[in-house]
């Protein structure tokens, strides 16, 4: 492990650091399992009648570490959620194809001009969220990404700087924690663990990138490099994307779940939240009482102080546009027609080059080594923001959809198969402009409850497009500089964000700088669908810190005024 900085992991005393605000890593098993069952098995467990202090909807990347960081503070906290309380022992699978059961795939119904297909790589389900199937990567956003109206005259301005949220992104990344070497874009930092060693699609990118003139760094992954806590370290097995079994790739149904059952937190899974219940007379701002959720076969009410909705960027305006009252006819926080506006996909275009080595691309974790050079506008070219560059390693089943993309079937499509492990592939985030039109809205198709879906309209501008292009050009030059004899390059989507934006004003957004909802002053929104950009970055550690920041506001405001169940405890 590298020397201890601010919040290093280097020492017993930056240990002891780590563990005096999240305990989790030190919670689980020692016995070989990978599930703490004991603490589950002895979860404080409120009734729906019981008015807890906050009900979070979502036990994802947000309403995790919401929910942690309050129950620390002495919070009574439900965290409902959809789906299961997943046991990686016995609910995940080293197989590609039977890993779907981690994907969201309730109906939703897709438009626009350019729809984003919804599924595997941008929707999660079950304790965790999304984070249990992502692939680990976890850079943080760039300065720039906070002001990209003033700086760039494109997207919007969030209502705070970088500034403010370095010490929860320091935090999270020491948590998690995050692995790579210093990082010497943006805001120049370092890591908590060494980089991890690459395998030979990593080894690809860096031979190319130095030929071609690009800077790239190995990292940063929230994959632990050597032991952490009771966590094994990581074993190479490629099946990230499955969901970790051995627990190295962090994600919050390890990283801040046990410290909130430890704390008296309880996780309710199984839950699925159909509307924010509000009492409309209580003058000009009426305020969040709890929530419905269906479970267990019928509809039940969970009472509460105050309510934090962290479904992401789909399920998130979905509620708030089923939560209408006679205040908000158009739904809670939709005053100004805001709610479900302002989505973003990011532009995921891969490239795969063949090499005559074996590259075997698989015998690594997906995200070995990035560049972000491109990330920053370049005003010498005729398109705003940019884009990041990783490697991705498909496994089979992903790698035949990337094959069959460009039209390969039959005997084609077999022989590409064959030659599996003689590519190489990388992937790109392109920062994909915000745009008003691009939004969820309430269709008139209904689920298994009954509730109408969520449509979601999509379509690019030619900035987007632009951006694509480069993108595409610059990974194609990487790997022929490595020497790939072929390329073949395919269009993708990859991480929602937006749709109950963060903004100084309500005509703006949906939610305030303390992810307040503008007109409801107890009922907060702390997940994905916040982020009023979504620079080149894949977004997870992002959402955690803002849930961190979220959470030290929310006490510190508290402070002056401690509901009774927190004064006695």
Not at 82 to 103: I, N, Q
Not at 407 to 425: C, F
Request: aromatic content about 8%; proline content about 7%; glycine content about 10%.
């Amino acid at each position: 492990m590298r020397p201890a900085n601010v919040l290093g992991i280097g020492t017993r005393t930056d240990e002891r650091a780590v563990r005096s605000r999240n305990d989790s890593a030190w919670l689980l098993p020692t016995d070989g399992s990978r599930t703490n069952h004991r603490l589950r098995e002895d979860m404080r467990r409120f009734d729906d009648e019981d008015e807890v202090d906050l009900v979070v909807v979502g036990a994802g990347a947000g309403g995790s570490v919401l929910t942690q960081r309050l129950a620390r503070a002495g919070w009574r906290v439900v965290c409902l959620d959809a789906g299961p309380f997943w046991d990686p022992d016995r609910d995940w699978v080293s197989d590609e194809r039977g890993s779907h059961t981690l994907y969201w795939t309730e109906p939703r119904q897709i438009g626009g001009s350019d729809p984003v297909p919804l599924g595997s790589n941008n929707s999660g389900r079950g304790v965790g969220g999304s984070m249990v199937h992502y692939a680990g990567y976890t850079p943080r956003f760039h300065p720039s990404d906070f002001r990209t109206m003033s700086q760039d005259g494109v997207g919007a301005d969030w209502p705070f700087g970088y500034e403010e949220l370095r010490p929860f992104y320091e935090a999270i990344e020491h948590e998690l924690p995050v692995a790579g070497q210093d990082w010497p874009w943006g805001d120049p930092h370092t890591y908590p663990h060494h980089p991890h060693p690459v395998g030979g699609n990593g080894e690809i990118f860096l031979r190319g990138a130095k030929a071609a003139g690009i800077e790239a760094r190995v990292g940063p992954v929230a994959i632990a490099n050597g032991r952490f806590g009771h966590r094994p370290h990581c074993i190479y097995r490629g099946f990230c994307l499955q969901g970790c079994k051995v627990n190295a790739k962090a994600s919050p149904l390890i990283t801040h779940v046990p410290d909130a059952l430890a704390h008296g937190a309880e996780i309710r899974p199984d839950s699925h939240v159909t509307r924010v219940l509000v009492d409309d007379r209580t003058g000009t701002d009426p305020v969040a009482t709890g929530v419905e959720y269906l479970g267990a076969g019928r509809l039940h009410r969970q009472r509460a102080r105050a309510v934090a909705v962290c479904g992401y960027s789909i399920e998130t305006p979905r509620l708030l546009l089923l939560s209408a009252t006679s205040r908000f006819p158009r739904g809670l926080g939709n005053d100004h027609d805001q709610v479900g506006r302002y989505l973003m996909v990011q532009g995921a275009p891969q490239t795969a080059g063949r090499f005559e080595d074996e590259i075997r691309m698989y015998k690594a974790p997906p995200p070995e080594v990035s560049s972000e050079q491109f990330y920053e506008t370049d005003p010498t070219k005729p398109y705003r923001r940019g884009w990041s560059i990783q490697t991705v390693s498909p496994l089979p089943i992903t790698w035949a959809e990337h094959v069959a993309a460009q039209g390969h079937w039959g005997a084609p499509l077999r022989e590409y198969m064959r030659d599996y492990v003689h590519w190489a592939t990388l992937g790109a985030l392109c920062e994909y402009l915000p745009q008003p039109d691009n939004r969820v809205t309430l269709a008139d198709e209904k689920d298994r409850h009954g509730l109408p879906v969520a449509h979601f309209a999509y379509s690019q501008c030619e900035n987007d497009r632009l951006l694509t292009k480069a993108a595409t050009a610059s990974m194609e030059a990487v790997l022929r500089a490595a020497g790939a004899s072929e390329v073949m390059t395919i269009d993708r989507y990859a991480h929602l964000v937006g749709g109950a934006r963060l903004a100084a004003r309500a005509e703006d957004g949906v939610v305030d700088a303390d992810h307040r909802v503008f007109g409801v002053p107890n009922l907060y929104v702390v997940d994905g669908s916040t982020l009023p950009t979504q620079g080149s970055a894949n977004p997870a550690l992002t959402v955690m810190a803002l849930a961190a920041r979220a959470a030290d506001r929310l006490t510190r405001r508290a402070r002056r005024g401690l509901t009774e169940h927190q004064t006695r405890s």
